[in-house]
Nanobody, 118 residues
């Protein structure tokens, strides 16, 4: 089964914006898609997630700055975006997409590096 694919990471100055995208397989029905991040020397943490019926949750540290889109579906599969505004150096991390399916478990993407310079 194909793992999710992230794109949109990169280097940005503090205060700037980036948008990450995650494309997941549409072979099975999706239940939840979420973004997690892991900074060097730290544990992976949830950044933002959304269920298939639109319920969202965010880490306190990103509330008001990051927005997760609704899950869209087309012939290629499922897509979700993470709009990140007012980025801070402490947002620097590898951001990974997690796709959870009703009947196929959870899949992780390879991750996308986000670096915020001060």
């Amino acid at each position: 089964q194909v793992q999710p694919v992230e794109s949109g990471g990169g280097l940005v100055q503090a205060g700037g914006s980036l948008r990450l995208s995650c494309a997941a397989s549409g072979r099975f029905s999706i239940r939840y898609m979420g973004w997690y991040r892991q900074a060097p020397g730290k544990q992976r943490e949830l950044v933002a997630g959304i269920t298939s019926d639109g319920h969202t949750n965010y880490a306190d540290s990103v509330k008001g700055r990051f927005t997760i889109s609704t899950i869209s579906r087309d012939n290629a599969g499922y897509t979700v975006y993470l709009q990140m505004n007012s980025l801070k150096p402490e947002d620097t991390a590898v951001y990974s997409c997690n796709a959870q399916y009703w009947n196929a478990g959870a899949k992780w993407g390879q991750g996308a590096q986000v670096t915020v310079s001060s």
